[in-house]
T-cell receptor
Framework: DAGITQSPRHKVTETGTPVTLRCHQT?????MYWYRQDPGHGLRLIHY???????DKGEVSDGYSVSRSKTEDFLLTLESATSSQTSVYFC?????????????FGQGTRLTVV | DAKTTQPNSMESNEEEPVHLPCNHS???????IHWYRQLPSQGPEYVIH???SNVNNRMASLAIAEDRKSSTLILHRATLRDAAVYYC?????????FGAGTRLTVKP
């Protein structure tokens, strides 16, 4: 199994509080991704990173920010959590630009905003 | 906008072949076709990918139409463990976006 760890695995937080989710990899892969998964929507890309300090927005980036200060860690921050951000969040890593390489996914973080 | 179109659900009997279709009429010349699946309560896992030619691996086969506007994932003998949501994705240089996928049910 690819070395990818998400933390925490479960979190309950209150509306308006900041939340940071962490994705840690031991594979030295260049690309890292954050997705959210909601019933009826499949996985939707939030942000991705193609290198240290190189990030870009995905299709549902509003309300989220990311940071990647070192290769192994990709942080997803909800500055002020809302109930609409209750979801399961998945991190993924990929060795290169992705045309020919597979991506590996973490086990997910279940976030509940009350 | 979704780049791929898949049926919402399909059913199969155990130990029979399964053909999961995917339409991608707007595919560009550099897009690779990737398939992932997601078992219940798990993150997605890679199944197979291809560009133009048909591909085989230990999990499945991928048949790509000559015009590349559609593809089919083939599970040669479905097992109960193959029950999952299957995603067909067009990967470009930096992005990887999932559609809703096909939920495969395997009946004993």
């Amino acid at each position: 199994d690819a070395g990818i760890t998400q933390s925490p695995r479960h979190k309950v937080t209150e509306t308006g509080t900041p939340v940071t989710l962490r994705c840690h990899q031991t594979e030295n892969h260049r690309y890292m991704y954050w997705y959210r998964q909601d019933p009826g929507h499949g996985l939707r890309l939030i942000h991705y990173s193609y290198g240290v300090k190189d990030t870009d927005k995905g299709e549902v980036s509003d309300g989220y920010s990311v940071s990647r200060s070192k290769t192994e860690d990709f942080l997803l921050t909800l500055e002020s959590a809302t109930s609409s951000q209750t979801s399961v969040y998945f991190c993924a890593i990929s060795e290169s630009g992705g045309l020919v390489t597979e991506a590996f996914f973490g086990q997910g973080t279940r976030l509940t905003v009350v | 906008d979704a780049k791929t179109t898949q049926p919402n659900s399909m059913e199969s009997n155990e130990e029979e072949p399964v053909h999961l279709p995917c339409n991608h009429s707007t595919i560009s010349g550099t897009d690779y076709i990737h398939w992932y699946r997601q078992l219940p309560s798990q993150g997605p896992e890679y199944v197979i990918h291809g560009l133009t030619s048909n591909v085989n691996n230990r999990m499945a086969s991928l048949a790509i139409a000559e015009d590349r506007k559609s593809s089919t994932l083939i599970l040669h003998r479905a097992t109960l463990r193959d029950a999952a949501v299957y995603y067909c994705i067009l990967r470009d240089e930096n992005d990887m976006r999932f559609g809703a996928g096909t939920r495969l049910t395997v009946k004993p």
